[in-house]
Antibody, heavy 122, light 111 residues
Framework: QVQLQESGPGLVKPSQTLSLTCTVSGGSISSGSYYWSWIRQPAGKGLEWIGRIYTSGSTNYNPSLKSRVTISVDTSKNQFSLKLSSVTAADTAVYYC??????????????WGQGTLVTVSS | QSVLTQPPSVSGAPGQRVTISCTGSSSNIGAGYDVHWYQQLPGTAPKLLIYGNSNRPSGVPDRFSGSKSGTSASLAITGLQAEDEADYYCQSYDSSLSGRVFGTGTKVTVL
């Protein structure tokens, strides 16, 4: 059973960079044709896809966040990471990591981490 | 702002059938992209409920079913149970936005 676990600071100051890591267990991050995604959810609101990475390093980002997002992967540690720069209070949310499974021409998320709350505040 | 619209809430008595709509456009559902559904119980992460419009992952009760037609999709819950009280989100791909998109979310209340 694949498990994902987010980790990182729960408090980030405005204008700084938010950094989170997702550790994958129960299987190799490099096995299978999976992408690995980040998704966030502000309190009381809906889900927003941030971006994803393949183990080759290939990435896709949400155009609305692309200028501030960097997703990277460390296959030796079975981890992938998110960096979001120049954060504001609008970036306060629960951040989830998830596995992207290919379905014909598209993908869906079959495994999710439990989520981690990141608050942007001085 | 989501491009997939869902009703904010639906409710039903135990045992009843409820449906949740997910309305998109010609750049997502109408373009032929499939719809996937997630259930989010209070205080927990979303869980995959339906993939590829109508397929249930192992372990998901057959009380949950999905369908798609034109620019919309639907999730039906038959034999509603108290444990089904949760938020439900649809998800697809949007070619104009070049990324996957989620619906606005629907809260299901069991009366």
């Amino acid at each position: 059973q694949v498990q994902l676990q987010e980790s990182g600071p729960g408090l980030v100051k405005p204008s700084q960079t938010l950094s989170l890591t997702c550790t994958v267990s129960g299987g190799s991050i490099s096995s299978g044709s999976y992408y690995w995604s980040w998704i966030r959810q502000p309190a009381g609101k809906g889900l927003e896809w941030i971006g994803r990475i393949y183990t080759s390093g290939s990435t896709n980002y949400n155009p609305s966040l692309k200028s501030r997002v960097t997703i990277s992967v460390d296959t030796s540690k079975n981890q992938f990471s998110l960096k979001l720069s120049s954060v504001t209070a609008a970036d306060t949310a629960v951040y989830y990591c998830a596995r992207d499974v290919r379905w014909f021409g598209d993908y869906y998320f079959d495994y999710w981490g439990q989520g981690t709350l990141v608050t942007v505040s001085s | 702002q989501s491009v997939l619209t869902q009703p904010p809430s639906v409710s039903g008595a135990p045992g009843q059938r409820v449906t949740i709509s997910c309305t998109g456009s010609s750049s997502n559902i109408g373009a032929g992209y499939d719809v996937h559904w997630y259930q989010q119980l209070p205080g927990t992460a979303p869980k995959l409920l339906i993939y590829g419009n109508s397929n249930r992952p192992s372990g998901v009760p057959d009380r949950f079913s999905g369908s798609k037609s034109g620019t919309s999709a639907s999730l039906a819950i038959t034999g509603l149970q108290a444990e089904d009280e949760a938020d439900y989100y649809c998800q697809s791909y949007d070619s104009s936005l070049s990324g996957r998109v989620f619906g606005t979310g629907t809260k299901v209340t069991v009366l």
